[in-house]
């Protein structure tokens, strides 16, 4: 099995990436510099497992070359997963990139990483509800810690494509569940 690590510049890749593979990588936030991409090993349940640490893109739509290496890995083959690593305090800006995945029917796993940067800002985000929504697992991170490292792991074997149509259907029914709670909580 092969896993992407994918996800904007300066959301943790390469520190999730140190955490899976046990290497020591450097990491540079400098123009041009991860454009080329890690790779290393992980054991899980016997099986060896290779990791791939992605040079970071805002969407599969590259403007510059290191985008263009990331579309190109992602689309070296069907078979592969994607973690798909959001800073959980813009996710609406990683949520953009992890919905192309999801179009393009990737096995996806999101790791809402940074997670006490978020809460340092007030913002909370229920990972179960967008779970829900996504149809895929959702795992709250603060990668530098090592929080929620064994749980993304155990969960990538619930990472599965999901169909854009049920992921719609899913929120409608998340929204007119929750606006019934709303008004029943009114009356």
């Not at 092969?2 to 904007?8: C, E």
């Amino acid at each position: 099995m092969k896993i992407l690590l994918m996800g904007h510049p300066n959301v943790g890749k390469s520190v999730f990436f140190n955490r899976l593979t046990g290497a020591n990588v450097t990491e540079s936030n400098y123009p041009g510099t991860t454009v080329d991409y890690t790779k290393g090993w992980m054991k899980i349940e016997g099986e060896d497992i290779e990791i791939v640490d992605v040079p970071g893109t805002f969407s599969l739509d590259p403007k510059d070359r290191a985008e263009e290496v990331a579309v190109a890995m992602l689309h070296e083959g069907k078979d592969i997963k994607v973690i798909s690593v959001i800073d959980a305090s813009k996710i609406e800006r990683g949520l953009y990139l992890a919905m192309e995945i999801i179009e393009e029917g990737y096995s996806l796993v999101i790791a809402l990483n940074m997670r006490d940067v978020a809460a340092d800002k007030n913002i909370e985000i229920d990972a179960d509800r967008l779970e829900q929504i996504l149809g895929i697992p959702v795992v709250s991170t603060v990668a530098i810690a090592g929080e929620g490292i064994k749980e993304l792991v155990s969960r990538l074997k619930d990472a599965k494509p999901v169909n854009v149509e049920d992921i719609i259907a899913n929120a409608t029914n998340a929204s007119n569940t929750k606006s019934a709670a709303d008004a029943g909580g009114a009356a």
